[in-house]
C-alpha cells in the first residue's frame, strides 16, 4: 500500500522560506512522476509543481515561478518543495500525490495517491 506522508510546513512571514518533504513508500518511488497541489478553503486544489520519474522534466504555475523548487531524491523516497519569497496568498495546505506513469503528469486524474496535506500560513 502506497503511503505519502508530508513534512515541513507551519509558519512562516512574507519574504520567508519553508522546506516541504514528503517520505513515500509501498511501491518503487524512481518509477513514478510526482506532484505537490495546494488547496485553501472554498478554493479547488491545484497543482503547484512537478516532477517526472528522473527529476529531468519539472513545472509550475504560474504564480511560484522564480520562488518555488521541486526536487526529489530517489535513494531517498522522498519529494521536496522549496519555497523561498513566501506570500500571504500562499497560504494553504500543500498535498504530495503520486502520478500512476513516470512522465511529467499534469492533471489531477493523473494522479493516484495522495497524502495527508500539511499546512503552510503565511503572515503579512
Known amino acids: 500500500q502506497v503511503q505519502l506522508v508530508e513534512s515541513g510546513g507551519g509558519l512562516a512571514q512574507t519574504g520567508g522560506s519553508l522546506r516541504l518533504s514528503c517520505a513515500a513508500s509501498g511501491r518503487m518511488f524512481s518509477a513514478y512522476a510526482m506532484g505537490w497541489f495546494r488547496q485553501d478553503p472554498g478554493k479547488e486544489r491545484e497543482l503547484v509543481a512537478a516532477i517526472s520519474w528522473s527529476g529531468t522534466n519539472s513545472y509550475y504555475v504560474g504564480s511560484v515561478k522564480g520562488r518555488f523548487t521541486v526536487s526529489r531524491d530517489n535513494a531517498k523516497n522522498t519529494l521536496y518543495l522549496q519555497m523561498n519569497s513566501l506570500k500571504p496568498e500562499d497560504t494553504a495546505v500543500y498535498y504530495c500525490a503520486q502520478a500512476g506513469k513516470p512522465q511529467l503528469s499534469l492533471r489531477h486524474t493523473e494522479y493516484e495517491y495522495w497524502g ?6 503565511v503572515s503579512l
Do not use: I, L, S, W
Open 116 to 121: 495527508q496535506g500539511t499546512q503552510v500560513t
